[in-house]
């Protein structure tokens, strides 16, 4: 554990003893001469007296008889008021100095202080850094880190495009320089789609997605991940759009597509679907009185109503025509979210999903033959999903040979691929 006392540096300072309504304008005449550090404040309480302040001279007036300070400034301080010299004890700690003086200060001699680095949270006050080690090779894909400093928990809270995820670093994958490509998806997504999240892990692309009014199955292998995307769906109130899932990919993606026995039959979290209430004709009605309502007032708007019923699938779980698909990305006044909530639910992905996703860069392309004559013809109803694959491209490789590569796994005409 690392001795943050190690960081202390004490600074031995003079300061003024000034009259508390004179500080401005001491401050003025002394200019150039007064403590300038970031974030510590030259003027401070005096502990003998609530009618004076210390006024903390710089580190270059080392003379208590002031002769460091031009004699010009001195006059017109004294004809402000009488001069007194304090002696003033400054120690700056750990928690002052900035990441780089701190891995100055404890990494080899010869070891230059990386020139990049990932922050996460959303404030400079760093508590743990800490360095991967070696190349991921576990199941999960979870990279393995040493602490160099600070403390050893590893659990903390990430903020992106309007979501707060919570995880445990040393127990999931996360990487904040995703940011742009989870925003960039997603805004591809409109509300009221189903979207199937293969490889989810706590949520980077499922949360932003369920808070766009989207119905999200969201699988991933690690149970520890599953676990923080239950928690990030209740910390952004979308739980009842995040349906979660730990199991392999294929099984995850064939179990979605298969009609089930009876209405019952699976459940999230042990190979099936959370049963849920009986969708109601209610979340509809009022949006068309809502809607209603305001043509009586005279406000010149489109049938919300249409736009409602035309952005979310039909009470019996059918998919609506193909022009009912072109939904609005931006949010409509009130809670659309709330108005689309109970049809949302009664999505079947053996009928319809609008959107695949396969974020696993590594190993993705693997897992398409998964799709093989997975869609039934007799139960499908509307468009055929579009797949977003993820992969690397290695320098001997082509564009041509990945997209020839993964039609070859699929063998099938069912599935339009997207490779990023």
């Known amino acids: 554990m690392l001795d943050e006392s190690k960081f202390d540096v004490n600074f031995k300072l003079l300061a003024l003893r000034i009259p508390r309504e004179l500080c401005k304008t001491a401050t003025r005449l002394l200019n150039g001469y007064l403590l300038d550090k970031p974030r510590v404040k030259p003027i401070t309480e005096d502990p003998t007296s609530e009618k004076t302040r210390y006024m903390i001279l710089s580190e270059k007036v080392q003379n208590p008889d002031l ?5 010009q400034k001195l006059d017109e301080l004294k004809k402000l008021c009488e001069i007194e010299v304090v002696p003033y004890s400054l120690t700056l700690g750990y928690s002052y100095w900035t990441a780089d003086h701190i891995l100055k200060q404890i990494l080899p001699l010869g070891v230059e202080v990386p020139s990049s680095f990932e922050t996460i ?9 800490v360095n991967k080690v070696g190349t991921i090779t576990n199941e999960f894909r979870v990279p393995k880190f040493e602490i160099l400093a600070g403390e050893s928990d590893m659990v903390t809270e990430v903020k992106q495009y309007g979501a707060t995820f919570k995880l445990d670093y040393s127990l999931v994958y996360w990487n904040s320089r995703l940011e742009h490509e989870h925003i960039r998806l997603v805004s591809q997504f409109r509300p009221g789609e189903t979207i199937c999240d293969m490889f989810a892990g706590i949520g980077p692309f499922a949360i932003p997605a369920a808070q766009k009014g989207c119905l999200v199955y969201a699988n991933d292998l ?19 759009c995040v349906v979660a899932y730990n199991m392999d990919a294929r099984k995850f993606i064939s179990h979605l597509m298969a009609k089930p026995i009876c209405a019952i039959d699976l459940e999230s979290d042990n190979s099936m679907v959370k049963a849920r209430d009986t969708c109601s004709t209610k979340a509809i009605d009022d949006a068309k009185a809502e809607v209603r309502e305001k043509a009586v007032a005279g406000n010149d708007v489109k049938s919300e109503a249409e736009d409602v019923q035309n952005s979310t699938r039909t009470i ?6 193909e022009s009912g698909n072109a939904h609005s990305g931006t949010k409509k006044k009130g809670n659309a979210h709330k108005r689309m909530k109970g049809s949302i639910l009664q999505a079947k992905p053996w009928e319809h999903v609008d959107h695949v996703i396969m974020n696993l860069p590594a190993s993705a392309l693997q897992f398409l033959d998964a799709f093989r004559a997975i869609i039934s013809r007799k139960n ?3 468009p055929l999903p579009l797949v977003h694959c993820y992969c690397f491209i290695r320098a001997n490789e082509t564009q041509e040979f990945i997209i020839s590569s993964a039609t070859s796994m699929t063998f099938s005409p069912t599935i339009i691929l997207t490779f990023t």
Do not use: M
């Not at 404030?123 to 743990?128: D, S």
């Open 121 to 129: 949270k959303n404030y400079p006050r760093i508590k743990t850094v």
């Open 380 to 382: 499908w109803r509307g």
């Open 67 to 71: 002769s460091d300070i031009p004699s």
């Open 316 to 321: 019996d779980g059918s998919v609506v025509a």
């Open 222 to 240: 690690n149970p520890d991940s599953i676990h923080y995307l239950k928690i990030n769906a209740k910390i952004n109130k979308v739980d009842d």
